[in-house]
């Protein structure tokens, strides 16, 4: 009777490679930073390449162990990976996720030599993503540096690309000089980097070392695109290369306070594009504060004027000039967008001439009298004002969007973004529209419903790892550990099948496996 080992070599190495899920996840794995999905980095896509593996010594060997998902979220389990992983699991690593800081109260110079030292063993690896430390923050002072090529604290860039496969780095940290400096320091590692997605600041640049007092303005910060301006610099001069090829980036824009968003806001996306002529999707976004609401990019003004709609984009000012509204075609002919470019999102919100029929919902930022009163006054709407609004949208849209194709004849697909729902005014629906070619001629095709997107889903919480233990205080403050009790099992078996791998690494031979089972705790 015909088995699988009388399959030829080749035909069984590619039934291996569909063993392992993590061929069915797309690289980036991430969204922009208004999407807070869990993340797909999972030790256990690999379970079933690992099973396969273990069952005869002709599968084993045809088996290259690769794809393996690690999730080091923190330092007690980087510094067992860094002593006890043996090399061929490292070489097999291809999605890494860690945290922020990796050293708990290390300075600068430790926080990134730890870094290096740690990621230089994941020749293969293709995608970083780095968070946060739920239960662990740091702030490092805005550094000093005598040069671009060094890093705070004079701590020079590697010669060498440590990241030599990375195509994909996702870095969502709180303190400003890391969000800053891990970008600056990973992507000029990286020769074949693709998609990136970080936090822009404008911090003020620092004086060098011994130079600073007091008493220096610290409100000439420079413009949020410089950081990413730097960081290209860094890596064509690390790679002996005119340009990068970076394809996505994803921003989170963190003005200053006191400073004019928008004036900032515009330029840091004309400047960007500037630096990135190959990009071909750019989304940037801003929000309030670290865990706050998601605020308008862009505010486009629809008017209908003898039956065609009119769009006006928000004011645009300039040092000493009164602001004044301007064409949407003028907006996106001052952002000088990349050639190249396919989706450009930045979070363009609709101001319709009328308001989507809801119906108030109770919810305990309501009065009860406040909410009586809105329910005395306010009748339902029919499902037939409900179509009748959407479709009005949709055409509202499709003429913006052909103003957009018109413009930029490279887009292929965009979003315009309508606040409010039924359920709350912090909540958003999601326009999506592409292009499509009919009859050799750019149409716009507009999504027949839109998306509905929560507050919580789409705020700026700083990303943490699924299962990091929360850690929570006693009365008399004795700090505890606490892990959710639904999550613990996924953990253990998704940490079980890295350690299936490391015994297989460490000489166990097909019956012991079978025998033992991915018990060991590394």
């Known amino acids: 009777m015909p088995s699988l080992l009388d399959l030829e070599d080749e035909t069984i190495k590619a039934i291996i490679r569909y063993t392992n899920k993590d061929t069915y996840i797309p690289i980036p794995s991430y969204g922009p930073h208004y999407q807070n999905f869990q993340s797909e980095i999972n030790p256990r896509v690999s379970r079933d390449l690992l099973s396969f593996r273990s069952t005869c010594k002709r599968i084993h060997s045809l088996s290259k162990l690769e794809g393996l998902h690690v999730k080091a979220t923190q330092g007690t389990k980087i510094a067992k990976w860094m002593s006890e992983a043996p090399r061929e699991v490292e070489q097999g690593v291809r999605r890494l996720e860690i945290c922020a800081p990796f050293l708990a109260g290390s300075d600068l110079i430790s926080t990134f030599s730890a870094l290096i030292i740690f990621l230089h063993r994941f020749e293969n690896l293709e995608e970083l993503i780095i968070g946060n430390n739920p239960n662990t923050s740091c702030y490092h002072l805005h550094g000093y540096t005598t040069s671009p090529d060094q890093l705070p604290g004079m701590l020079k860039l590697p010669l060498f690309p440590f990241l030599p496969n990375l195509r994909s780095l ?25 998609h990136l997605k970080l936090s822009v600041h404008g911090l003020p640049k620092p004086l060098p070392l011994g130079q600073f007092t007091d008493a220096d303005p610290w409100d000439e910060s420079p413009d ?97 000039e009164e602001a004044q509204s301007c064409s949407l075609e003028e907006t996106l002919v001052t952002l000088s967008l990349p050639s ?18 809801t119906v108030p919902i109770a919810s305990t930022r309501h009065t009860r009298s406040s909410y009586l009163a809105s329910r005395s006054t306010t009748q339902r709407p029919t499902l037939e004002e409900v179509k009748t609004y959407e479709k009005t949208c949709r055409d509202i849209i499709g003429a913006a969007a052909q103003i957009l194709i018109g413009t930029v004849p490279s887009l292929e697909e965009g979003y315009f973004w309508e606040r409010g729902t039924d359920l709350s005014k912090k909540d958003w629906y999601l326009w999506k529209w592409k292009k499509v070619i009919v009859n050799g001629i750019s149409k716009v095709e507009v999504d027949q419903f839109p998306e509905m997107m929560s507050s919580d889903f789409i705020s700026g919480k700083p990303r943490e790892p699924r299962n990091s233990p929360r850690i929570l205080h006693t009365a008399s403050g004795i700090p505890m550990v606490m892990n959710d009790d639904g999550d613990d099992s996924e953990r253990d078996e998704g940490e079980a099948e890295v350690d299936l791998a490391m015994q297989t690494m460490m000489g166990f031979d097909d019956e012991d496996l079978m025998m033992f089972g991915p018990h060991m705790n590394i």
């Open 224 to 320: 949020p695109s410089e950081v990413i301006q730097d960081m290209v610099t860094m890596w064509c001069k690390n790679n002996q290369k005119e340009g990068i090829g970076l394809k996505t980036l994803y921003v989170r824009y963190w003005p200053r306070p006191d400073e004019r968003t928008r004036d900032r806001y515009r330029s840091t996306i004309r400047k960007t594009s500037e630096a990135l002529p190959n990009l071909e999707e750019l989304v940037i976004v801003e929000f309030n504060g670290i865990n706050g609401n998601l605020k308008s990019g862009i505010s486009v003004k629809a008017r209908c004027i003898h039956d065609i709609w009119i769009f006006e984009c928000d004011a645009i000012t300039d040092e000493g």
């Open 170 to 194: 996702s870095v969502e940290v709180i303190c400003p000089s890391c969000a800053e400096q891990i970008p600056k320091i990973l992507v000029p590692a990286a020769p074949n980097i693709q």
């Open 340 to 357: 190249k470019i396919k989706i450009f999102d930045p979070i363009f919100v609709l101001s319709l001439p009328f308001k989507r029929p």
